[in-house]
Every structure is written in C-alpha cells, then in structure tokens.
C-alpha cells in the first residue's frame, strides 16, 4: 500500500515538507518558527486554530480566503464545534484530539456533502508548539474539489 506522502496533493506535500523543515529537530516547530511569507500561494487554503483550556477545546483564530469562499462564511472566532467543515462536529473535533494527542502530523481524506455540492477534502492538520511538547495551536491546510465541478476535475486529472 502506498504511502500517503506518495498519493496527496503536491501541496499537502509541500506544506508538510516545510513544517518539517521548521521542526529542525524538534518534536514540532512554534507559530514563530513559520513566516507567511514563506509559502504566499498557499496562504489562501490555511487556516490557524488555537488550543483552548476550556470547554470550546479549538477556536479558529485566522481562516484563509479560500477557506472562507468554500465555507460561505468566516469560522475565525468560532469554536470548531460551532464552525466545523466536516461530516459531523464529532469527526471534525477527533481530527484535532488525535494531533493533539500525538503531536504528529494528521493527513485526512473526506468526501462530505455541504450544501447543494459534494466536496472532495484533503486535510494536513500539523501542530504547533511553544513548549516543544504541549500543541498550542493546529494548522490546517486543505486541498478542495467540488465533485459536480466537471471542468475543474478534469483540469487537475
């Protein structure tokens, strides 16, 4: 079976690369440790949650601009539990345990209807750290195909 490093989108792969990079042989690398202005092309489809003591666990501190047009509206501010995109609030929220949990890198593939359209998502969830052992903060960064866009799945075939 091939690894999914081998099958994912090539930008999954580059913004996983760089994370890696920022680790620079650390579990996981800070917020500090990652400037924008590394990656601006990709800047549209990341999204920054922020790990919260209290009952709403994950709040969406920043939201690219693909992020929003996809969603149909801006999460930042929100809880993920009040602003998922997912099948269910449940399978949004055990993507951010599980990083959490192993401060490792996540890559999920979800097919999910919202709306009046049937999306295609590939997610990397990576964590972020200032104590080097505590996830402090998750980037997101998703991948989208709109499955009744015909054109636009062609053009990435």
């Known amino acids: 079976m091939a690894d999914w490093r081998e099958t994912c989108h090539p930008d999954i792969r580059q913004v996983l690369e760089y994370w890696e990079q ?20 990709l800047l549209p489809r990341v999204t920054l949650v922020d790990v919260v003591d209290d009952e709403r666990r994950y709040v969406y501190r920043l939201a690219g601009t693909k992020e929003v047009e996809i969603r149909g509206f801006d999460p930042t501010g929100k809880s ?14 055990k993507n951010y345990d599980t990083v959490c949990a192993t ?10 209807q919202t709306g009046d359209r049937f999306v295609s998502e590939e997610d990397l969830f990576l964590p972020l750290s200032n104590d080097g052992e505590t996830v402090n903060m998750i980037v997101n960064f998703s991948v989208y195909r709109d499955l009744y866009d015909l054109e636009a799945l062609l053009d990435d075939a």
């Open 22 to 41: 920022k680790c620079a042989g650390r579990r996981m690398p800070s917020r500090a440790d990652i400037d924008p202005l590394d990656l601006p092309h």
């Open 103 to 112: 401060r490792a890198p996540l890559y999920v593939v979800d097919p999910f």
């Open 80 to 93: 993920v539990l009040e602003a998922f995109f997912a099948n269910s609030a449940e399978e949004a929220l």
